[in-house]
């Protein structure tokens, strides 16, 4: 079952500090659905610090290049695929790690664990009861109250719906931590459905995200528009919300802080993770750092948006499926694959789209065309050349490309 916390354990050896000193690299790369061992290659290169320039070489090229003679580990998060021939082509190259590199993976398939031909296989077993009313409790109710004996009774009585899963367990308490009588928690308790192996735990992550006011239903299902594990700067996320007119107006705060009260309540829900602050480089000129915060999606809550918005937000990362995820309805694009101008012109001259917020991860070395089919956008980020731009809505009919 999902959520049962193989990431989370998987982290906790990543960043173990022994660990840390034993691997001359260290590697972490998120499969999930897609698995294409180019596109994996470039992410296992792209994921380390050392990474070489020689981007003009095929992407194996450069990962042998990266771990020949180095003791790695390569952590590969949530992984699915069981093509044995994939399979091997990474590992030809890995072999040319140091000895003593290790390649961790977490999977919810037993068979690629087999065809990974892993030395060892621990399979998370669910939760107790005692440690899953924990993790209600911990979430649901404030440390410094005393929890009104009703409620202790009614948290034993939905501990079963999470058949031992602690991400359910924190969706629970979440949602109950936002109620402040005996009468919601009763009709949150009554409408939790039960997490089984076979529904899994998405019905439960699904109460959480209706139990939202509907303004931030908007926002955080816009956030299908990025992949899985994409690391989400929160500052252009609480911006895009604003071009979208998904916050709403206040006589008394702006906008900007009207979103990061949305975006600190949805991470109080856990709809967020791994929030931390950085500093991040910006400009050849200024030679500055700011501050930066990022976020991530566990990947069930990022099922949720997809169930939500379904082909709504898109998050294109190869060519050769373009056909498949860019319809008629898509309204939010994000795009990180090679030849972005090719697609979007050969799409907008073929279908009638109303794109309103494109993301582009890549350089565009060319025009786009068709620019009139544009005029409904909302937000756009996108790199000419070496430059990045960040238009705001009112400039967009004044959008060139050179």
Not at 6 to 11: G, P, S, Y
Not at 41 to 56: F, G, H, L, M, R
Not at 108 to 127: F, H, P, S, T, W
Not at 315 to 333: C, I, P, Y
Request: proline share 3%; aromatic share 8%.
């Amino acid at each position: 079952m999902g959520g049962l916390g193989k990431t989370t354990l998987a982290q906790l050896i990543y960043n173990e500090p022994e660990i840390q000193k034993h691997f001359q690299l260290l590697l972490w790369v998120c499969v999930s659905d897609t698995f294409d061992v180019n596109s994996l290659a470039k992410s296992i290169v792209e994921a380390s610090p050392n990474k070489n320039d020689d981007t003009d070489k095929p992407p194996l090229e450069r990962l042998k290049k990266l771990v020949s003679g180095q003791r790695f580990l390569l952590v590969l998060d949530d992984v699915w695929n069981r093509e044995v021939y994939k399979w091997e082509r990474l590992k030809v190259c890995l072999q040319h790690g140091g000895m003593g590199s290790a390649m961790l993976t977490t999977t919810r398939d037993k068979q690629v664990a087999e065809i990974m031909g892993a030395c060892r296989a621990y399979n998370l077993n669910i939760l107790e009861d005692c440690f899953v009313k924990e993790i209600i409790e911990a979430r649901a109710f404030s440390s410094e109250k005393e929890k009104p004996v009703e409620l202790s009774k009614m948290v034993d009585e939905i501990i079963s719906r999470c058949s031992g899963c602690p991400l359910a367990a924190t969706a629970l308490g979440s949602v109950l931590h936002t109620k402040t009588s005996i009468e919601e928690c009763k009709a949150i308790s009554s409408r939790s459905n039960i997490c089984t192996l076979e529904t899994g735990i998405l019905p439960i992550l699904k109460l959480s995200y209706n139990d939202l006011p509907s303004h931030m239903k908007q926002c955080f299902a816009f956030c299908a528009v990025f992949p899985k594990d994409y690391k989400i700067d929160v500052d252009k996320l609480i911006r895009l919300w604003i071009a979208n007119g998904f916050i709403p107006e206040h006589k008394e705060d702006s906008l900007e802080t009207i979103g990061k009260r949305i975006f600190i309540e949805l991470a109080s829900r856990s709809f967020f993770l791994d929030i931390k602050e950085s500093k991040d480089f910006r400009g050849y000129y200024s030679m500055r750092y700011y501050p930066r915060t990022t976020c991530k999606i566990h990947d069930l809550m990022h099922d949720v948006t997809i169930s939500v918005m379904e082909k709504e937000c898109v998050a294109g990362t190869k060519e050769s499926n373009q056909n498949e995820w860019l319809l008629d309805n898509t309204r939010h694009l994000f795009l990180s694959c090679r030849n972005i101008e090719g697609i979007l012109n050969h799409s907008m001259e073929k279908r009638p789209h109303a794109i309103q917020t494109l993301l582009c991860n890549n350089v565009v070395w060319s025009s786009l065309h068709h620019l009139s089919k544009y005029s409904s956008m909302h937000a756009l980020q996108i790199c000419v050349r070496t430059e990045i731009f960040l238009l705001k809505p009112k400039y967009l009919h004044h959008l060139r490309y050179h």
